[in-house]
């Protein structure tokens, strides 16, 4: 299986090639900072192809597929997993974030589909399938937290991404899949920290958090057997689908929370 991951060289998208390799897949890696995507490389053995990706530039995100189909002659997988966050409320948040956030959550995750979806759909079925779409999203685009408005509102569009794909491809041989993380423990959370205006919720209060491993390891699960949503924590999903039922309910708790962690 060929599988391209964006975002490869840290965190869940690290995590993720770490597996993928060891299931015996070969790996295009995708990310802005080469020499980190040539150490995991080495590290996996070699053998699998590294290609410096900046997602914001529609440019990179066409070479990046095209150089994966050139090495390897088709793509199974295509993660779509780069991505940012910064805690700022939605009044505060600049015109120039919201484009960047919009350029790498929505734009990088929209070009490379359309990049890899004319390659799947004329590739040859393995198994009855002919490819995967496989977009990280968020447990937040079901339910945003406050400060988290820009983030959660990029991670939603996502999932609607997905949603309209499942129907579009439907009977093509090509499926698309969200993956949908509680906080996961990497240094997402440090850059998103460093650019922030808020505190982020203090460790092991009130905030559920996963590693990356397990994240991955669900992701893996998807791969091996797709499914519209993948969740690696599942009383988040209940969490997500009560707020749905009970939106003034779930305000007034992460009113309370949100005075809790400003003191």
């Known amino acids: ?61 066409a070479a990046f597929v095209a150089a994966a189909h050139a090495r390897f002659g088709r793509l199974d997988t295509l993660v779509c997993n780069a991505g940012f966050a910064f805690l700022r409320s939605v009044a505060d948040t600049s015109a120039a974030e919201w484009r960047e956030l919009l350029a790498i959550n929505l734009g990088g995750t929209s070009e490379c589909i359309r990049a890899a979806l004319p390659l799947m759909l004329a590739q040859e079925r393995r198994q009855g399938c002919r490819g995967q779409i496989l977009v990280v999203s968020s447990c937040l685009a079901r339910r945003a937290l ?38 996961t423990d990497t240094e997402f959370k440090a850059v998103a920290q460093e650019r922030s205006t808020r505190t982020m919720l203090p460790p092991g209060r009130l905030e559920v958090r996963q590693s990356a491993a397990t994240v991955a390891a669900c992701m893996v699960r998807g791969i091996v057997h797709p499914a519209p949503e993948l969740w690696s924590h599942l009383p988040s999903r209940l969490a997500a689908s009560l707020a749905t039922l009970f939106p003034g309910l779930t305000d007034g708790v992460l009113g309370r929370v949100r005075r809790l962690v400003e003191g």
């Open 1 to 61: 299986m060929v599988v391209a991951i964006t975002g490869a060289s840290a965190g869940i998208g690290r995590a993720l090639a770490i597996e993928l390799a060891a299931a015996g897949a070969r790996l295009v890696l995708a990310a802005r900072r080469l020499e980190l995507l040539e150490a995991l490389n080495g590290e996996l053995g070699g053998g699998h192809l590294c290609v410096r990706t900046d997602v914001a530039q529609p440019a990179d995100c």
């Open 146 to 183: 406050p400060d988290l408005g820009a983030y959660a509102a990029t991670k939603a569009a996502q999932l609607s991404l997905v949603e309209a794909l499942r129907v579009e491809l439907a009977g093509t041989g090509v499926v698309a899949s969200a993956m949908l993380p509680v906080g």
